[in-house]
């Protein structure tokens, strides 16, 4: 699976983000997607996941600012993010786990900043 993450930048505490990720050669619905983050000096965390056909799960942190869906037709899952705050920045990572096999796949990564 190949994926291309896009959205990332610099933000201003209280404003909004839009991130994206895209996948090529695969047919989306066999895939459990999600967003993952890192800060600097921390451990990877979860942030959101969708299933097929669309059920979510959010980080206590996230629940109420960010929204994740996805796109079977398109092979894309995006996480909006609103009201972001200092704490959320991080790399933001997607991920695409084959529900059948298991077999987890990683997005380059994207910086998004939020400045106070």
């Known amino acids: 699976v190949q994926l291309q993450a896009s959205g990332g930048g610099l933000v201003q505490s209280g404003g909004s983000l839009r991130l994206s990720c895209a996948a090529s050669?695969?047919?989306?619905?066999?895939?459990?997607l999600a967003w993952y983050r890192q800060a600097p000096g921390k451990q990877r965390e979860l942030v959101a996941s969708?299933?097929?056909?669309?059920?979510?799960i959010y980080v206590d942190s996230v629940k109420g600012r960010f929204t994740i869906s996805r796109d079977n037709a398109k092979r894309t899952v995006d996480l909006q993010m609103n009201s972001l705050k200092p704490e959320d920045t991080a790399v933001y990572y997607c991920?695409?786990?084959?529900?059948?096999?298991?077999?987890?796949?990683w997005g380059q990564g994207t910086l998004v900043t939020v400045s106070s």
């Open positions: 050669g695969i047919t989306a619905s066999r895939y459990t």
């Open positions: 969708i299933s097929n056909p669309g059920a979510t």
């Open positions: 991920n695409w786990k084959d529900r059948y096999t298991g077999k987890m796949s």
